[in-house]
């Protein structure tokens, strides 16, 4: 998580989640929040300590085939200390990429467990995984937090036909004070001038400005 997003406090946010069946029969929940059942085809993909907290359709790399991206979050078992709060635990969410092949099936294309955040990474607010939009060959991933300053952070990526993968294009950093909602501070990264080419399964929020990757190295 990027520096200035210091307060790591949380509830949690119920997101629906419904078993596999039918591919014919399955209704895919676009939004954050949503019940989701899960294609037959995705299934696979999805380990069994895992469920999905999004899932959506789309051409993510502009073949024309439809693809889909999802996130995923680890099932906690229950803790034999029954005081114990399984909102404490910072599980990893990985976004996956699965990508349809010119022979119709899906193939894991790409993953990334550090782009969306955990479920108490976003202070007193609760969860921070806010939402995931689609672009035209890409995705905008979007994590919202804190308390009395509340930040935001936008993670926009695309797809690269020369290097053939998905890759960060735009992050936007935003801080207000919830008594002052109008006094927003806002910076935008872009490479080449902020940033190099990053993989989307090399990205990590704490690590992507050249002076973050200098300091990495030192």
Do not use: H
């Amino acid at each position: 998580m990027n520096p200035f997003l210091t307060i790591l406090i949380s509830c949690c946010v119920f997101i629906g989640y419904a078993p596999a069946g039918n591919a014919a029969e399955q209704k895919i929940g676009g939004e954050v929040g949503e019940a989701i059942s899960i294609p037959s085809e995705v299934s696979p993909f999805i380990p069994s300590n895992s469920y999905p907290i999004y899932l959506k359709e789309g051409d993510l790399n502009g073949d024309k085939r439809p693809d889909y991206l999802m996130v995923l979050e680890d099932v906690i078992q229950k803790s034999e200390d029954e005081n114990s709060d399984k909102d404490t635990v910072e599980t990893p969410r990985p976004l996956i990429i699965l990508a349809r092949g010119e022979d119709g099936k899906l193939v894991k294309a790409k993953e990334n467990d550090r782009v969306v955040y955990c479920r108490i990474c976003g202070g007193v607010y609760g969860d921070p995984f806010e939402s995931v939009r689609l672009t035209k060959n890409g995705f905008v991933v979007r994590m919202y937090g804190g308390s009395n300053l509340r930040w935001i952070c936008e993670y926009e990526f695309a797809y690269s036909r020369r290097d053939k993968t998905w890759q960060l294009i735009r992050v936007l950093e935003q801080n207000f004070n919830v008594f002052e909602p109008d006094k927003i501070e806002s910076v935008i990264y872009k490479p080449p001038k902020d940033f190099g080419k990053i993989d989307l399964a090399d990205f990590d929020p704490d690590n992507f400005l050249y002076k973050d990757t200098q300091k990495k190295g030192q």
